[in-house]
Nanobody
Framework: QVQLVESGGGLVQAGGSLRLSCVASGSILSINTMGWYRRHPEKQRELVATITSGGSTNYADSVKGRFTISRDNAKNTVYLQMNSLKPEDTAVYYC?????????????????WGQGTQVTVSS
């Protein structure tokens, strides 16, 4: 059973920082792109940042210069360092990973999501 488990969410004042972590566990051959998404109340889930296995990154315009995504391939872990947080960053943050698995004799991709972690920024 493969899964992504996020941690690091919480309550912080505007201007503060938080660091999210997401660990992929289970029988995983490798991991392609990993990323963070978020969902504001009553809105659709949106991209925050992604990082490829080679380290190439992509950010939403709203977080550029404030958030940094990184990963530790040896630990199957992706991080999101969030600085200069704003009240509009309040959302549930989800980890996503394109996992490469061996199932039923075949190598296959599995697009996997974590359960989400709440980030609340007070003004």
């Amino acid at each position: 059973q493969v899964q992504l488990v996020e941690s690091g969410g919480g309550l912080v004042q505007a201007g503060g920082s938080l660091r999210l972590s997401c660990v992929a566990s289970g029988s995983i051959l490798s991991i392609n792109t990993m990323g963070w998404y978020r969902r504001h109340p009553e809105k659709q889930r949106e991209l925050v940042a992604t990082i490829t296995s080679g380290g190439s990154t992509n950010y939403a315009d709203s977080v550029k210069g404030r958030f940094t995504i990184s990963r530790d391939n040896a630990k199957n872990t992706v991080y999101l360092q969030m600085n200069s947080l704003k009240p509009e960053d309040t959302a549930v943050y989800y980890c996503n990973a394109d996992l490469i698995l061996f199932r039923s004799g075949y190598v296959r991709n599995d697009d996997t999501w974590g359960q989400g972690t709440q980030v609340t920024v007070s003004s």
